[in-house]
């Protein structure tokens, strides 16, 4: 009979919702097996903006972090994103002369592998390079088998294994609608000319019937990210081809004819799916729960979904201790994740919902931007604080 390794609690991802569960976990002292299908580094398709809860999970987890974080070499910082609504109207959030950064910029291949060399030795039993290929609920807990072979029965599983989630489809039999997610295309550009001073985040909104959103983010290797998506249901009912579409802004657009008229694209135009479906499928049930993109917290409007999921995976470490004391893994018992997940982040996403939906009036959202710009810029300082450090 094959052996079976046993465990409390079993992360089927490593990305930073799955590290930080781990990591919190180890902060109990919790030991628990960790999987991931790829090695360490790898990389992940991505914008690469870090903002907002990124920064507040590092400080939890390990003021050390935070500090490593600001001092490594692979990190840009930046105190200041703007938001061009159009080619005349900007709305800019800046961040005192006090503090650090408004937004960072990070390589997934570096990022994520920062976090995955702080998963402790100790308490975590990693199983990388191995993907989660079934799951089967038992009466005494969840059995995962991995691509090699290797069985693993747990009391808990935590899915912070992505968009695509095993955990998502197979035990909360999850469907992801279009409505609810976004499609992005991005590659990496060198020789990049006349960039926005002090490494600001530009931000724009391109419409094609329906607002695209067009990223260009400085990275600390001299290379540039550029990214363009939206909505996956409209650019699906429109056929819109994002690659025609970005290359076509590279080559007119008037912010960015001249910054890449002799720039070298150094990949190939690679896409991803971000998943904002926040309160609207189930996150938690009997012995599982689910972080990050799998549980669909990513912001609607701006996309972004690190740090909501580093955030989630310390909320969710704090109730699996509890639940691991009481011996309790019943969906009744994970309820309390569940409110702390909506206490979190229900004023933020929520309105990140109604922000992407509003937009797609272009002369309104215009409008009511113009109308209310100072006051945005002025109130955003505390958003920005009471979310982030």
Not at 15 to 24: F, L
Not at 90 to 110: G, H, L, P, W
Not at 327 to 348: G, V
Request: positive net charge; glycine residues 6%; hydrophobic residues 40%.
């Amino acid at each position: 009979m094959d052996s079976i390794i046993k465990t409390d609690v079993c992360i089927i991802g490593a990305g930073p919702s799955g590290a930080a569960t781990s990591m919190q976990l180890a902060k109990s002292k919790i030991t628990h097996c960790i999987i991931d299908k790829a090695v360490f580094p790898r990389d992940k398709t991505c914008g690469d903006g870090l903002i907002l809860y990124a920064y507040k999970a590092m400080k939890l987890l390990d003021e050390s972090l935070f500090t490593d974080f600001l001092k490594s070499p692979k990190f840009l910082h930046s105190k200041t994103i703007n938001l061009h609504i159009n080619n005349n109207l900007k709305v800019s959030f800046k961040e005192t002369e006090d503090r650090e950064m408004v937004i960072s910029y990070a390589k997934r291949i570096d990022f994520d592998n920062f976090l995955v060399e702080r998963i402790s030795n100790t308490y975590a039993q990693k199983f990388f390079g191995n993907r989660a290929v079934s799951l089967q609920e038992q009466e005494n807990g969840i059995l995962i088998k991995l691509k090699d072979g290797t069985k693993i029965l747990a009391k808990m599983i935590v899915g912070a294994d992505g968009a695509q989630s095993i955990v998502s489809k197979k035990l909360a039999k999850n469907k992801i609608e279009n409505t609810l997610k976004s499609t992005f295309i991005s590659a990496y550009f060198s020789g990049v000319e006349n960039m926005v001073a002090n490494y600001e985040a530009e931000v724009r909104i391109i419409y094609k019937k329906v607002p695209l959103f067009f990223y260009v983010f400085p990275l600390a290797d001299g290379q540039v990210n550029v990214s363009l998506g939206g909505r996956t249901d409209q650019i699906t009912k429109l056929n819109i081809n994002l690659i025609d579409e970005i290359e076509h802004i590279l080559k007119t657009h008037p912010f960015a004819k001249n910054m890449f008229k002799n720039a070298k694209m150094e990949s190939k135009w690679r896409g991803w799916l971000i998943p904002f479906q926040f309160d609207k499928q189930k996150i938690i049930g009997n012995r599982f729960l689910l972080v990050g993109d799998a549980a669909g917290l990513a912001n609607a409007f701006y996309k972004e979904g690190v740090g909501t999921g580093m955030m989630s995976g310390i909320l969710a470490a704090n109730t699996i201790e509890k639940c691991i004391i009481a011996n309790d893994f019943s969906q009744k018992k994970l309820t309390e994740y569940k409110k702390n997940i909506q206490k979190e982040f229900k004023k933020l996403l929520r309105f990140s919902h109604y922000a992407l939906r509003f937009a797609r009036f272009k002369s309104l959202f215009s409008n009511m931007v113009t109308v209310f710009k100072k006051t945005i810029e002025r109130k955003s300082f505390k958003l920005i604080k009471n979310r982030s450090y």
